[in-house]
């Protein structure tokens, strides 16, 4: 096992497509060894990662070609666009909720909106939303993480309480929505009131985001 683990690290596509056309189709083991390599913590190449994928592509069952659907998140997005343009199954809500757990931690957009865009759940707390009965503070966070303006702009239209989690904390997605959207911010949080803490700012990683934020703590400012 470690010496085949060891080839398919460490030799050229050349030579692992020798090896691969030589076994003719894969056997059970060899299948698994490839998809546990791919879906483990050491990361290939982008060209071999898509080289693997396409050659195990025909061979593998529904439940496999969803468990390296959700790997491509560990990988460069045109990985993730590559294996969707092939996918030719549903993925389930197993490998959903995965995937946006795991491209919340990634920060991974793409991934992230794709699986929330699918995910029944998500879908039943916007509802929840609407009704009041739901405060999805950790997928706010989570979407603009990502970098979703669209998802966390889904949550304030479906009528989440943004001025109630910038009273609990703010700092948990302020400075990263203001340097998503520094041009936006004023627009997307009119009619909330922040706390006058201008260290918020310094959460910032762009200039432009520093420099919105601080402008509207000015203009909104409440004092603590």
């Known amino acids: 096992k470690e010496a085949l683990n060891?080839?398919?690290?460490?030799?050229?596509?050349?030579?692992?497509?020798?090896?691969?056309?030589?076994?003719?189709?894969?056997?059970?083991?060899?299948?698994?060894?490839?998809?546990?390599?791919?879906?483990?913590?050491?990361?290939?190449?982008?060209?071999?990662?898509?080289?693997?994928?396409?050659?195990?592509?025909?061979?593998?069952?529904?439940?496999?070609?969803?468990?390296?659907?959700?790997?491509?998140?560990?990988?460069?997005?045109?990985?993730?666009?590559?294996v969707f343009d092939m996918m030719d199954c549903s993925l389930t809500q197993k490998h959903i909720s995965a995937m946006l757990s795991i491209a919340s931690l990634e920060k991974h957009k793409a991934a992230w909106e794709f699986a929330a865009d699918r995910s029944p759940e998500m879908g039943q707390f916007l509802n929840e939303v609407r009704e009041k009965n739901f405060k999805p503070f950790m997928y706010v966070r989570q979407a603009v993480q990502v970098g979703s303006l669209r998802w966390f702009d889904a949550f304030i239209s479906a009528g989440f309480d943004l001025q109630e989690y910038l009273d609990l904390s703010a700092r948990d997605f302020l400075p990263k929505l203001a340097d998503l959207d520094p041009a936006g911010l004023k627009n997307r949080l009119a009619g909330v009131r922040l706390l006058a803490d201008t260290t918020l700012q310094d959460?910032?990683?762009?200039?432009?985001?520093?420099?919105?934020?601080?402008?509207?703590?000015?203009?909104?400012?409440?004092?603590?």
């Open 6 to 82: 060891e080839f398919f690290m460490h030799r050229s596509i050349a030579d692992i497509k020798a090896l691969l056309e030589a076994a003719g189709d894969l056997d059970t083991r060899l299948r698994g060894e490839l998809i546990t390599l791919i879906r483990g913590e050491t990361l290939f190449s982008e060209e071999k990662f898509l080289f693997f994928v396409h050659s195990l592509w025909p061979q593998l069952d529904e439940n496999e070609k969803n468990d390296l659907f959700v790997a491509t998140i560990n990988y460069p997005e045109p990985c993730f666009h590559a």
């Open 203 to 224: 959460d910032c990683n762009t200039n432009e985001g520093k420099r919105a934020l601080s402008e509207l703590i000015k203009a909104t400012v409440v004092v603590s």
